[in-house]
């Protein structure tokens, strides 16, 4: 059902004289300090203002738009299927129905309501309907966020970060949420998981706490209410009610790839728009550092006179990595925060980990990908290479038997790489095969090119927000048995596909004229995404949709109040005692000669027992070693250029290796 539209919206309260003389354009809660983030959030609006500049779409356009969406599901969506049956939904039907009975909705908000509701009933944050300007470009925020903890069995919540520039007396990080608009919490976030696409409960519960205080408009329809009423409890056993208004913001700027550009890149993202946006606000709202960051690594990149040196483990791109050495009871060990994949290289990406690694502790990293909505699926692939000595097998993609896949297929075989489907999409015909044969989209060379190095014992971080190209790698972690995988919650959010936006497809259709394209452009900016092609798992759980299924890890820890208000700390103690268990592996390697035929190596290694040789893939030396420092040497035909590879066994495993170039 849509929602209705909010009535009698009443006046926002006066802002006080001295947050007046913050700023001249005070925001609705507090004022900006930090002047990477001052020109956004200064040019943010109340809600009611924001809402008073939007222009409605006429009837036509209206009608436009849904026809559009019965084409884009019913012709590419590769889970409908899955999702018909899981969820006993059928939205094709819902849109017929929407056709028939548009002049029902007669207010804005209640068409993109009801657009936004099909979508969601899919529970795939990668098939989305895209609001029209002017919500495409904003985002709705509080400035504080809330957090869930367990005591014992019972979740609780407490406000986790607050705006630098909010105060209030009593409200402020760790004090314990209770109600929301007056409905006790644990059911207001119920209800806000409704408004999202989560495919488990694990996820639906999670992003019903973010969308709580953040929420993207452009796959979202704006809060219905103008401020919200929060009941809480302070450590002194008092309960207190603040009222704060909502505003509507636009969002740091970053350098990704652009997924309506008739590109390669753009036919292998996999992202989760929201989780993004939410990321992207909790970095305005709590990390300014970030933005400002960011902004200088934008002009140094734009200047090609600049020479740049990251001072310790400060990341050249500080919108994705955060490295450092973390102390525990159990020793010292490298931490390195995967925020996102959304880069436009992955070869740049997969450079800036290994250096970063390489600064830290070599007797075991904890990856910590939580809350990360995916990217560039080439750059979560290739990644895993680095933490394991095993070949990397990308995961293999599906399209849905249709005509319009077929069509798509047969007017791009080579620039977008889609020749090996083509065959089994057409023996469907015949055979009425559901989907086409399963290829990767990350080519299997590029995975494997620069091989393992890091060599200690690696240990995965996941949450229910881990989305899309995360899910790939947290899959491809497992798949490959690179670790252990330790949860803050039992699964991670599930999206198993490769997504393609709307205005992608049309570019790619442009150019066929008989039959002609089924797409048009959406009116004022609007747009849509599909899942087009799903993913299966590979190694011990080849075949195994990722989609609704996700990656289960193998511990859970349950978060406590300490690690939302202390730096995670106990979630780092317990990653920690795992890492503290495992073999640590050193497997160091140079060339000393190559001269007269013979190569000569120095080595170093230690908890390993066997140490085989390769020269451009062929076999040059075996031989058992014991810990510390040898030298080798042995006949091999090889040049400037040829690749040594050095592989360790530990007790018959495979343990490290490690790839040198001459």
Same mark, same amino acid.
């Given at each position: 059902?849509?929602?209705?539209?909010?009535?009698?919206?009443?006046?926002?309260?006066?802002?006080?004289?001295?947050?007046?003389?913050?700023?001249?354009?005070?925001?609705?809660?507090?004022?900006?300090?930090?002047?990477?983030? #001052?020109?956004?959030?200064?040019?943010?609006? #109340?809600?009611?203002?924001?809402?008073?500049?939007?222009?409605?779409?006429?009837?036509?356009?209206?009608?436009?738009?849904?026809?559009?969406?019965?084409? @884009?599901?019913?012709?590419?969506?590769?889970?409908?299927?899955?999702?018909?049956?899981?969820?006993?939904?059928?939205? *094709?039907?819902?849109?017929? @129905?929407?056709?028939?009975?548009?002049?029902?909705?007669? =207010?804005?908000?209640?068409?993109?309501?009801?657009?936004?509701?099909?979508?969601?009933?899919? #529970?795939?944050?990668?098939?989305?309907?895209?609001?029209?300007?002017?919500?495409?470009?904003?985002?709705?925020?509080?400035?504080?966020?809330?957090?869930?903890?367990?005591?014992?069995?019972?979740?609780?919540?407490?406000?986790?970060?607050?705006?630098?520039?909010?105060?209030?007396?009593?409200?402020?990080?760790?004090?314990?949420?209770?109600?929301?608009?007056?409905?006790?919490?644990?059911?207001?976030?119920?209800?806000?998981?409704?408004?999202?696409?989560?495919?488990?409960?694990?996820?639906?519960?999670? #992003?019903?706490?973010?969308?709580?205080?953040?929420?993207?408009?452009?796959?979202?329809?704006?809060?219905?209410?103008?401020?919200?009423?929060?009941?809480?409890?302070?450590?002194?056993?008092?309960?207190?009610?603040?009222?704060?208004?909502?505003?509507?913001?636009?969002?740091?700027?970053? =350098?990704?790839?652009?997924?309506?550009?008739?590109?390669?890149?753009?036919? &292998?993202?996999?992202?989760? *728009?929201? =989780?993004? &946006?939410?990321?992207?606000?909790?970095?305005?709202?709590?990390?300014?550092?970030?933005?400002?960051?960011?902004?200088?690594?934008?002009?140094?990149?734009?200047?090609?006179?600049?020479?740049?040196?990251?001072?310790?483990?400060?990341?050249?791109?500080? !919108?994705?990595?955060?490295?450092?050495?973390?102390?525990?009871?159990?020793?010292?060990?490298?931490?390195?925060?995967?925020?996102?994949?959304?880069?436009?290289?992955?070869?740049?990406?997969?450079?800036?980990?290994?250096?970063?690694?390489?600064?830290?502790?070599?007797?075991?990293?904890?990856?910590?990908?939580?809350?990360?909505?995916?990217?560039?699926?080439?750059?979560?692939?290739?990644?895993?290479?680095?933490?394991?000595?095993?070949?990397?097998?990308?995961?293999?993609?599906?399209?849905?038997?249709?005509?319009?896949?077929?069509?798509?297929?047969? @007017?791009?075989?080579?620039?977008?790489? *889609?020749?090996?489907?083509?065959?089994?999409?057409?023996?469907?015909?015949?055979?009425?095969?559901?989907?086409?044969?399963?290829?990767?989209?990350?080519?299997?060379?590029?995975?494997?090119?620069?091989?393992?190095?890091?060599?200690?014992?690696?240990?995965?971080?996941?949450?229910?927000?881990?989305?899309?190209?995360?899910?790939?790698?947290?899959?491809?972690?497992?798949?490959?048995?690179?670790?252990?995988?330790?949860?803050? !919650?039992?699964?991670?959010?599930?999206?198993?596909?490769?997504?393609?936006?709307?205005?992608?497809?049309?570019?790619?259709?442009?150019?066929?004229?008989?039959?002609?394209?089924?797409?048009?452009?959406?009116?004022?900016?609007?747009?849509?995404?599909?899942?087009?092609?799903?993913?299966?798992?590979?190694?011990?759980?080849?075949?195994?949709?990722?989609? !609704?299924?996700?990656?289960?890890?193998?511990?859970?820890?349950?978060?406590?109040?300490?690690?939302?208000?202390?730096?995670?700390?106990?979630?780092?103690?317990?990653?920690?005692?795992?890492?503290?268990?495992?073999?640590?592996?050193?497997?160091?390697?140079?060339?000393?000669?190559?001269?007269?035929?013979?190569?000569?190596?120095?080595?170093?290694?230690?908890?390993? !027992?066997? *140490?085989?040789?390769? &020269?451009?893939?062929?076999?040059?030396?075996?031989?058992?070693?014991?810990?510390?420092?040898?030298?080798?040497?042995?006949?091999?035909?090889?040049? &400037?250029?040829?690749?040594?590879?050095?592989?360790?066994?530990?007790?018959?495993?495979?343990?490290?290796?490690?790839?040198?170039?001459?």
């Amino acid at each position: 059902m849509a929602r209705k539209p909010a009535q009698h919206r009443r006046a926002a309260p006066q802002r006080s004289p001295r947050r007046k003389a913050a700023s001249s354009r005070a925001l609705p809660f507090s004022h900006a300090p930090h002047e990477a983030v #001052r020109p956004i959030l200064n040019a943010a609006t #109340r809600l009611n203002e924001f809402l008073a500049t939007v222009v409605a779409l006429t009837p036509e356009e209206r009608g436009l738009i849904v026809e559009q969406a019965i084409v @884009l599901l019913d012709g590419f969506y590769a889970h409908l299927p899955l999702k018909r049956a899981m969820h006993a939904i059928d939205p *094709l039907q819902r849109l017929r @129905l929407l056709r028939h009975r548009l002049a029902q909705f007669v =207010t804005e908000t209640s068409f993109h309501a009801e657009m936004t509701d099909i979508f969601t009933s899919l #529970r795939d944050l990668h098939t989305n309907y895209l609001l029209p300007a002017p919500y495409n470009g904003v985002a709705a925020a509080l400035p504080f966020a809330v957090e869930a903890y367990w005591e014992k069995d019972v979740r609780r919540y407490i406000v986790g970060h607050v705006m630098d520039g909010f105060s209030h007396p009593t409200f402020r990080a760790g004090v314990e949420v209770r109600y929301w608009n007056g409905v006790p919490i644990e059911r207001a976030v119920e209800i806000a998981a409704t408004r999202h696409a989560g495919s488990n409960p694990e996820a639906r519960h999670s #992003r019903g706490v973010a969308g709580l205080t953040a929420r993207s408009l452009n796959v979202s329809p704006p809060p219905d209410e103008e401020w919200v009423i929060v009941g809480y409890r302070t450590a002194d056993g008092r309960d207190h009610e603040l009222r704060v208004n909502w505003i509507i913001t636009g969002l740091p700027q970053e =350098t990704t790839v652009d997924a309506a550009a008739p590109t390669i890149s753009a036919t &292998a993202l996999g992202l989760d *728009l929201e =989780t993004d &946006a939410v990321r992207r606000i909790n970095k305005l709202l709590f990390a300014p550092e970030v933005v400002a960051a960011s902004a200088r690594m934008a002009a140094i990149a734009g200047d090609p006179s600049a020479v740049f040196t990251p001072a310790g483990t400060d990341s050249t791109m500080p !919108d994705v990595f955060r490295a450092k050495a973390i102390d525990t009871s159990h020793g010292k060990f490298g931490y390195i925060r995967i925020w996102t994949f959304q880069v436009q290289d992955a070869d740049t990406f997969v450079a800036e980990f290994v250096r970063l690694v390489g600064l830290l502790p070599q007797n075991g990293l904890i990856v910590d990908v939580r809350d990360n909505g995916g990217g560039l699926i080439y750059a979560g692939e290739q990644l895993l290479q680095v933490l394991t000595p095993n070949r990397i097998e990308p995961q293999r993609l599906q399209f849905i038997n249709t005509p319009l896949n077929l069509r798509l297929c047969q @007017l791009h075989p080579d620039d977008l790489g *889609l020749r090996p489907w083509i065959p089994s999409i057409e023996r469907s015909v015949e055979t009425g095969a559901p989907f086409s044969l399963a290829y990767p989209i990350s080519s299997a060379e590029k995975c494997n090119a620069l091989g393992q190095r890091y060599h200690g014992p690696v240990l995965l971080v996941t949450s229910a927000r881990c989305y899309s190209t995360t899910d790939f790698f947290a899959a491809g972690f497992q798949d490959h048995a690179i670790g252990p995988i330790l949860g803050v !919650d039992r699964n991670t959010g599930a999206g198993g596909a490769n997504v393609w936006t709307h205005a992608l497809l049309s570019r790619f259709f442009a150019a066929s004229d008989s039959p002609p394209s089924p797409f048009q452009d959406l009116p004022n900016g609007a747009g849509m995404r599909v899942a087009i092609r799903r993913s299966l798992r590979v190694g011990a759980r080849a075949g195994t949709e990722v989609e !609704d299924l996700g990656v289960t890890p193998d511990v859970f820890h349950k978060v406590t109040r300490d690690d939302l208000l202390n730096a995670n700390v106990d979630l780092l103690e317990a990653a920690a005692a795992i890492l503290a268990t495992m073999p640590v592996y050193v497997l160091e390697a140079a060339v000393v000669s190559n001269a007269d035929g013979r190569l000569t190596l120095d080595v170093e290694t230690r908890n390993l !027992d066997r *140490l085989d040789v390769f &020269a451009d893939g062929r076999p040059q030396y075996s031989q058992e070693i014991s810990d510390g420092k040898s030298r080798v040497s042995f006949a091999a035909a090889v040049t &400037a250029g040829s690749t040594i590879e050095l592989q360790c066994y530990g007790k018959g495993q495979l343990a490290a290796a490690r790839r040198l170039t001459l």
